[in-house]
């Protein structure tokens, strides 16, 4: 079956490092691909998404591309701040019976430290 | 602004209680899922529902069960509460758009510890 796997954390970077999050993927056919944040105490939200290959996510100075050579869709970052401080999530869309389901990675933990 | 609910963010219950945990989303979406998020194994998927009074199971549906009477609401039961179901319960609504390109929304989520 569908199936992403995450790079383990917890990651822990200085203010203004480079990120990088690696998830691979297992699909048949073409998923769209999705990361989610979840800050301390909140549920999840979308950080950026991708509907197929080739195609650059990006929102708040994230970007993630859909690589379906390499079945990837690293996360990145050019320069982290504290308020990046979360648990990151990719996740794919998986068609299931009546309705699409989402497949996600196990998570990987985000500290930056001023 | 889509907003998802959840009755309660922190609830303590007895083994073999039964566990109402409540969803409501004021978005008119179709799509409505249950999660538990456990450390080290991250989100999975309990059951979901594409429309009122339909259910499907998803990836670990044993021990709960789920109700849809109204589109906006997405009640999960635990008919008798085990320690092993202590965990984060996630609630999620999305647009049934058929793409699979949904953004899925998420609750605050629901801390339930079973003693």
């Known amino acids: 079956g569908n199936s992403v796997t995450q790079m383990e954390g917890p990651v822990t970077l200085s203010e203004e490092a480079f990120l990088t999050i690696n998830c691979t993927y297992t699909?048949?056919?073409?998923?769209?691909l999705f990361w989610y944040v979840q800050y301390p105490g909140e549920g999840l939200q979308l950080l950026l998404k991708a509907t197929k290959a080739d195609d650059k996510g990006s929102n708040k100075g994230f970007e993630a591309t859909y690589r379906k050579e390499t079945t990837s869709f690293h996360l990145e970052k050019g320069s982290v701040q504290v308020s990046d401080s979360a648990v990151y999530f990719c996740a794919l869309s998986d068609k299931g019976s009546g309705t699409y389901k989402y497949i996600f990675g196990t998570g990987t933990r985000l500290k930056v430290l001023a | 602004d889509v907003k998802v609910t959840q009755s309660s963010r922190y609830l303590v219950k007895r083994t073999g209680e039964k566990v109402f945990l409540e969803c409501v989303q004021d978005m008119d979406h179709e799509n409505m899922f249950w999660y538990r998020q456990d450390p080290g194994l991250g989100l999975r998927l309990i059951y979901f529902?594409?429309?009122?009074?339909?259910?499907e199971k998803g990836d670990i549906p044993e021990g709960y069960s789920v109700s849809r009477e109204k589109k906006e609401r997405f009640s999960l039961i635990l008919e008798s509460a085990s320690t092993n179901q202590t965990s984060m319960y996630l609630c999620?609504?999305?647009?049934?758009?058929?793409?699979?390109?949904?953004?899925?929304?998420f609750g605050p989520g629901t801390r339930l510890l079973v003693l």
């Open positions: 999620a609504s999305s647009l049934y758009g058929g793409s699979g390109q949904e953004t899925q929304y």
């Open positions: 529902s594409y429309d009122v009074k339909m259910k």
């Open positions: 699909a048949t056919g073409y998923p769209s």
